[in-house]
């Protein structure tokens, strides 16, 4: 269960290009924080205005220095001839989700798509209200569309919704012909609009949705608020809550030492770090000298093997250029704040791992003390729980091995297993990070 549906109402005064453009500038400075293209899904009635919104919004992003992909709309390349059809309904699904998933490393700060997941849940919907599909297999493929490797890719759902005899007017504008089609007629037309506001109640803890009623509102200023959604969705997506202690916390605990060290972390410890836990957003914690970001983060070992992650592609001016890494880190973000710190840092990581890895098994980790180096400015806003991964399995010892790991934008990674004791050659080839150097000198203790 994800997320809540929100409506905008069409009688909200839309935003001046000005503030746009000014919300634009400055969240520029925060897509350093995103890891990933925001995703935004327009869906609706048909002649809803959603291309027409499409390509304007897609201008706005651009000309203010977006990166913009868009993933068009599949159903005009549909070989399937009876539009409504299950098997139409799957095609175009099937090919929007194959698009997105090759899309997500693209080079792209926003990608559009034209009827996605949720578009399909909705025609899934009609076919259901309509009898087409038999409930078994509406529930079984709604089960698939919402499986959260695949509906959490989307961060956002522009549903765009018209009245029937209004979608009916704009398409017999432009044409010179009376005769109905099979989808524009009024009958379907509303069985569609039923479709749209059923699916978006029924499942609306799993996307983020924005419902606009484009009856009577005007091409531009809708564009204009969906704009600003998008902006502030996008606010929220590269700049979440996280996890943070004062630094004078950290420093109690670690002393005045100016390289890096583990430590191990006692319950006493724990419990001052629970009691002095609080989530602020990233570019704040990045920013601010108060605080340290608290960053759980995993070993992953084999007997007594680590896997070491090499960058195959790097800035050269990077302080990390040319040094590998035996760890695996994330932010502890806001959706932990209600559990206990210990069983939080876990959990964060496991589903870092598991979607680093693609798998769904769950793994074996083991708290194994906190890293902290004080040498940089960078490094110094962060402390590490150390937790140790046990690659016991052949599946996730291939997984490691065969992968190429894009861990950050622009960074990608290759990697093995390689000794403890040879990582602490000074002829190991190998050069570390300065947390991955003092996690190694621990484990040599």
Same mark, same amino acid.
């Given at each position: ?5 929100? /409506? ?14 000014? *919300? ?9 924080? #995103? ?13 809803? /205005? &959603? ?6 919004? &897609?201008?706005?992003?651009? *000309? ?5 992909? $868009? ?8 070989? $399937? ?20 998933? /090759? ?55 522009? $549903? ?18 009376? &005769? ?11 069985? +569609? ?6 699916? #978006? ?40 809550? +996280?996890?943070?202690?004062?630094? &004078? ?13 583990? =430590? ?5 410890? +724990? ?22 970001? @608290? ?5 992953? =070992? ?7 992650? =090499? ?26 704040? *209600?559990?206990? @710190?210990?069983? %939080? ?35 110094? =806003? ?8 046990? #690659? ?6 291939? %997984? ?14 290759? /990697? ?9 050659? %000074? ?19």
């Amino acid at each position: 269960m994800r997320r809540a549906t929100r /409506g905008a109402r069409a009688a909200e005064d839309p935003p001046s290009v000005r503030d746009l453009e000014r *919300r634009a500038h400055q969240l520029h400075e925060l897509l350093k924080y #995103a890891n990933r293209p925001l995703v935004v899904e327009l869906a609706g009635t048909p002649k809803s /205005g &959603k291309s027409t919104t499409l390509d304007t919004v &897609k201008h706005f992003f651009t *000309r203010n220095g977006f990166r913009v992909q $868009v993933l068009t709309e599949r159903a005009e390349a549909c070989p $399937v001839a009876m539009k409504g059809h299950l098997f139409f309904n799957t095609w175009c699904l099937a090919s929007a989700l194959a698009e997105l998933l /090759g899309k997500l490393d693209a080079p792209a700060d926003i990608i559009l798509l034209d009827r996605g997941l949720f578009d399909s849940l909705m025609w899934l919907r009609l076919q259901g209200l309509r009898g087409e599909v038999n409930s078994n297999e509406e529930q079984t493929i709604a089960s698939f569309i919402l499986l959260a490797r695949w509906c959490s890719l989307i961060d956002m759902v522009v $549903v765009m919704r018209v009245d029937a005899a209004v979608a009916l007017e704009r398409e017999r504008a432009p044409r010179i012909s009376s &005769k109905l089609g099979s989808i524009m007629n009024l009958d379907v037309l509303q069985e +569609i609009n039923h479709a749209i506001d059923d699916a #978006a109640s029924r499942y609306a803890d799993y996307f983020i949705i924005y419902t606009f009623n484009t009856t009577e509102s005007r091409q531009r200023p809708t564009a204009a608020r969906i704009a600003s959604r998008i902006l502030s969705r996008f606010e929220a997506f590269a700049n979440p809550l +996280i996890a943070v202690v004062p630094r &004078k916390l950290v420093l109690s605990h670690f002393g005045k030492n100016t390289t890096p060290e583990v =430590r191990h972390c006692t319950r006493r410890m +724990i419990r001052e770090y629970e009691a002095n836990l609080r989530f602020v957003h990233r570019r704040t914690a990045e920013e601010s000298t108060k605080y340290v970001q @608290l960053v759980p983060c995993g070993v992953f =070992r084999s007997n007594h093997e680590v896997f070491v992650f =090499r960058r195959r592609e790097a800035d050269p001016q990077s302080r990390l250029h040319g040094r590998a890494t035996v760890l695996q880190a994330c932010h502890l973000s806001a959706t932990y704040r *209600r559990v206990r @710190l210990p069983k %939080a840092l876990a959990r964060s990581l496991e589903a870092k791992i598991q979607r680093l890895l693609h798998l769904s098994r769950s793994l074996r980790i083991n708290f194994a003390g906190c890293v902290w180096d004080p040498s940089s400015t960078s490094s110094e =806003r962060h402390v590490g729980f150390v937790h140790n991964i046990e #690659a016991e399995t052949p599946e996730i010892q291939g %997984a490691l091995r065969k992968k190429e790991f894009r861990l950050q934008r622009g960074e990608r990674f290759s /990697g093995s297993f390689v000794g403890i004791d040879k990582l602490a050659a %000074a002829n190991s080839g190998v050069y570390l990070e300065s947390w991955s150097t003092a996690i190694m000198a621990h484990y040599l203790k």
